[in-house]
């Protein structure tokens, strides 16, 4: 095969349709009623609602808006939370495991609402999703818990045997699977360039390639000191999730950027399409390191994402593993070249859970694991009613105490390559119980 490095571009595939667009820097307010750090969908979501409540609010990024994970990502509106009900209830008691579930279900609906409500034009298809079990005892699960989705959350969802698997995705790899038709998938790129749109239409003023360096607590609410000068703020948001540098050396304790890395296909041939992604659906597997695949909003490629598993720039092996994996479910695909390949942080707290809390004053919003197309809109609506004195009215399953710091941990993940190979192994066992090497 040819040098990938040949013809591989590093951007987002959804840069292509929806680039990164950089706004005009405009001067630093004195005083603001809120100071946002991070702009991507959690910060512009939590932006929004306080402009339309009467405050005044600036919004910081270090980088330019949407450069973190909010334009990188699959755009699945998967909104998993990543423990079972029985794991949550039994960490965080049943009455929270159940209103975090009915929580998960209000969040995709605020997404959707939203799309509509506001007039976003991001590709946005309802597709449902597929998730494919790899050994038996995984699909006896995801039968199980679709069973349950449709019985006390009302969500079309239903478990698919292997002898049907192909109605949805064309590949004998997985043993069935199950079908949760809330899910579906848009373009996360285009999806950001809307909010920010109509952030700004409301009035919401952000400051691009402008850091947050300290915030500290003065007599009259904060002050924010940035690299283009200092302001003073009443209340302050911190919705920097994956992209935490070390200005917040606090909540980098608690918080593992994990790299997720995503390769496109080169334009498919329709016919083919129709027989590997038939229902255009977005898939997913039950492996703990699982792959999560959709087609581009035209239909025409496949895009195939995963864990990286590096923290430096050469994408040859990370490419290669997520490539290798492609193929075992494709087999057709093996002479299809690629044309993208890129990477963003996820952010992940110790015990998997988002988060929505407040800390000397301030309110995070933070750890989406992976699922913050749902997530981030959502708890960035819900820290800004945290805000405006509304959170009683809709108290948030989410909102509890912060997450605990990690042991031995400052930011900077040493410990991923262990739990790496753990997980892998983990994995291994998982498919050989299926009897495959
Ligand atoms: C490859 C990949 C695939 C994914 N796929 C999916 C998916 O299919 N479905 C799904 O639901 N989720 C997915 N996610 C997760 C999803 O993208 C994120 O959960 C979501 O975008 C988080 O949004 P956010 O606004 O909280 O954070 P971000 O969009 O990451 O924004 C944080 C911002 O904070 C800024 N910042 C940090 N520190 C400072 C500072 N000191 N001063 C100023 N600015 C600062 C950063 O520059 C950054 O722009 C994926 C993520 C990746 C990376």
Redo the contacts with the bound molecule.
């Keep these: 095969m040819s040098d990938p490095r040949a013809t591989l571009k590093t951007s987002p595939y959804w840069w292509e349709t929806a680039p990164i667009r950089p706004l005009d820097q405009t001067p630093l307010e004195k005083t603001v009623d809120v100071a946002i750090?991070?702009?991507?969908?959690?910060?512009l979501t939590a932006a929004l609602t306080l402009v339309r409540a009467g405050r005044s609010v600036a919004v910081?990024?270090?980088?330019h808006p949407?450069?973190?994970?909010?334009t990188?990502?699959?755009?699945?509106?998967?909104g998993n939370i990543r423990l079972g009900y029985q794991e949550l209830a039994r960490r965080f008691g049943e009455k929270r495991a159940i209103a975090i579930e009915a929580e998960s279900k209000a969040a995709r609906e605020h997404l959707y609402r939203m799309l509509a409500e506001e007039g976003m034009d991001c590709e946005f298809q309802q597709t449902g999703r597929f998730s494919g079990a790899v050994n038996a005892q995984d699909y006896d699960s995801l039968a199980r818990e679709a069973e349950k989705l449709h019985r006390t959350l009302g969500i079309e969802a239903y478990a698919v045997p292997q002898s049907e698997q192909r109605q949805y995705v064309g590949t004998d790899f997985f043993r069935g699977g199950s079908v949760r038709m809330d899910v579906g998938g848009l373009q996360?790129a285009r999806f950001f360039a809307e909010l920010l749109r109509v952030a700004q239409a409301a009035g919401v003023v952000i400051h691009s390639e402008t850091?947050?360096e300290t915030i500290d607590q003065d007599p009259t609410g904060f002050k924010v000191k940035t690299t283009r000068g200092t302001l003073s703020a009443r209340q302050v948001i911190i919705?920097?999730?994956?992209?935490?540098?070390r200005?917040?050396p606090w909540l980098r304790r608690r918080l593992v950027p994990v790299r997720?890395?995503?390769i496109a296909t080169e334009e498919i041939s329709s016919n083919l399409m129709n027989t590997l992604m038939p229902r255009q659906m977005m898939t997913s597997d039950t492996r703990i390191l699982g792959f999560?695949f959709r087609p581009s909003p035209d239909g025409k490629r496949i895009l195939f994402?995963g864990r990286d598993g590096t923290y430096h720039d050469d994408y040859t092996k990370p490419v290669a593993y997520l490539r290798e994996n492609l193929n075992a479910l494709f087999p057709e695909l093996e002479q299809t070249g690629l044309t993208h390949t890129w990477?963003?942080?996820?952010a992940m707290h110790r015990d998997m859970i988002p988060r929505i809390f407040s800390r000397n004053g301030m309110v995070y919003a933070t750890g989406?694991c992976?699922?913050?197309?749902?997530?981030?809109p959502w708890m960035g609506r819900k820290a800004a009613q945290k805000i405006l004195g509304q959170a009683d009215e809709a108290p948030s399953a989410f909102d509890f105490r912060p997450p605990r710091a990690i042991p031995l941990y400052g930011g900077k993940p040493w410990f991923m390559p262990f739990f790496m190979s753990k997980f892998r192994m983990q994995d291994r066992i998982k498919m050989r119980r299926d009897g495959r090497t």
Excluded: H, K, L
């Design positions: 750090v991070g702009a991507g969908y959690t910060g910081f990024d270090r980088q949407g450069e973190g994970a909010s990188r990502n699959g755009g699945i509106t998967s996360p850091g947050v919705s920097t999730n994956g992209y935490t540098d200005s917040d997720s890395r995503i999560y994402g990477f963003g942080n996820v989406f992976g699922s913050g197309v749902v997530w981030a």
